[in-house]
């Protein structure tokens, strides 16, 4: 049994980016229901604002440690960057005390293009 | 009193974009609020089938009449669309019997652009 303890740890909440430009064809329901998690991620206020503290950070990672001046508290900072963890939109390291986040640049250049217009002929 | 009749109607529901990349600086929270509001709009998996819909129906825009097969009543559909037009992201246009809605390219970009990370030196 003990060589299942190296085996990856899968995150069955983290949500995969899909799906070519929304003006190219129409999603399937599948392919919404997957991106539709994305887009929840950051159709809160405060979650949208910890999601920009987070990616304009020095350094391009932050911690709770490192945000200040949301008008909430430690605890509701920790649950919001969880949140955005579980839609993909962060990655996270634990190192000592502290859970540093950032942003999953393919994730956030997957959402950009998906709103992204071809150029029409 | 009738010259007032000719002024256009606001209509304050329906939101501008604005906001710099969110990897270059955070957003404020007035700035938060108001961006939230689009991505809400792209939260729902049915919303967000149906604004694929219109994006890329042939001439660019579609009514209830051009929609079938998302498993939701003409009802359904008329209240998503109304809530996609409140924020911001479709226009509409009454022609006889039916209002037909369109992508605001405009706005779609703004959202684009939003998600999409500047080059970092």
Known sequence: MSNALSLPVLEPDVVEPCCPPLTERPLTAEESERTAVMFKALSDPVRLRLFSLVASHPGGEACVCDISDVG?????????????????LLASERRGTWVYYRVEPSVLAAMGALLTSPVRA
Do not use: N
Not at 72 to 88: D, E, I, N, R, W
């Open 72 to 88: 909430v508290s430690g605890p509701t900072v920790s649950f919001h960057l969880k949140k955005l963890k579980q839609a993909g």
